[in-house]
């Protein structure tokens, strides 16, 4: 596969998970209709969860040399199986990724509301449909797409891991460009604010592609990368320079992790997401 035709194809994958959204009225983003409806997240999962599948077997034909489409066939090339061993799924995927938020787990977890914060978000997750959405079905379907797909894809086209890496987060971050319309649709008068906010979604997304891409080849594995979405969606974004409540030393002290979270995460990054079926 040439370098044009990997690029029809993976913006292709793009369109088609975005494109979804806005083909039915239901799905649609709508000023009557929230996306945080139950009915409208219903929908956009099943239209998701279909072009997804799609996806998935479009990645697994254009992979095969022989046109072989057997069930066996398609887990493997597409990596859902063989699902890792459990102590390796855990230190490659949120081992790791909790040494990145090792600040914001004390804050939520010591600081907070101890342990009822993680039953509350496991609580949400598994009964509102937009805790499923966030944590389940959103990096479920977004990882598979845009890690498995799209950076099998890149790599059958001859593209290095190293550029993967830099390159296909790209998509991803393009995917999320399409929310600016949505708050433009419901407040016209905030179009600047919505610009803005694509945009840093845009950054912040494409950045935790790199990670999400990295442990994709480090782990050879859909898991690991589905498993540290779910958690870094669970935790939100780092409260960078913001004063915690409560006494003035918890704000001392989650500075102080958070910086020390990053130093330690650059580390421990590659022993951690070692494993016997790594691309790189």
């Known amino acids: 596969m040439d370098p044009f035709t990997c690029f029809l194809a993976c913006a292709a994958l793009t369109l088609l998970y975005v494109g979804v959204l806005y083909v039915h009225p239901r799905t649609r983003p709508s ?37 072989s489409m057997s069930s066996e066939y ?38 907070s509301n101890g342990w009822k914060y993680l039953m509350t978000d496991t609580e949400i997750a598994l009964t509102g449909w937009i805790g499923r959405r966030n944590y389940i079905i959103g990096p479920l379907t977004e990882e598979f797409v845009f ?25 991803f971050g393009a995917a999320h460009i399409h929310h600016a319309y949505e708050v433009y649709l419901v407040q016209p008068d905030l179009l600047k604010l919505a610009l803005l906010s694509s945009l840093f979604q845009f950054a912040f997304t494409t950045v935790f592609g790199w990670y999400a891409t990295f442990v ?44 020390g979270g990053a130093v330690l995460f650059g580390v421990l990054l590659y022993p951690l997401t070692m494993t016997p079926n790594a691309v790189i």
């Not at 490659?92 to 090792?102: D, R």
């Not at 080849?217 to 913001?242: D, E, V, Y």
């Open 216 to 259: 994709f080849l480090r782990t050879g594995s859909f898991w690991q990368p589905f498993i540290a979405h779910a958690f870094c969606n669970s935790m939100g974004i780092p409260k960078f320079g913001s004063k915690l409540d409560g006494p003035v030393w918890h704000t001392h002290v989650y500075n102080v992790l958070l910086v």
């Open 74 to 111: 398609i887990l493997t090339s597409l990596r859902i199986w063989p699902i890792p061993p459990a102590m390796e799924l855990f230190r490659s995927s949120l081992l790791i990724t909790g040494v990145l938020f090792i600040g914001p787990l004390v804050e939520k977890i010591v600081f």
């Open 147 to 171: 890690r498995v797909c799209i950076v099998s894809i890149e790599l059958a086209s001859g593209m290095s891991p190293l550029r993967a890496i830099f390159v296909s987060p790209l998509y």
């Open 31 to 67: 000023v009557t209709a929230s996306r945080d409806d139950d009915d409208v997240i219903k929908a956009r999962v099943a239209a998701i969860s279909l072009s997804s599948v799609f996806s998935g077997l479009a990645t697994a034909w254009i992979l095969s040399s022989d046109g």
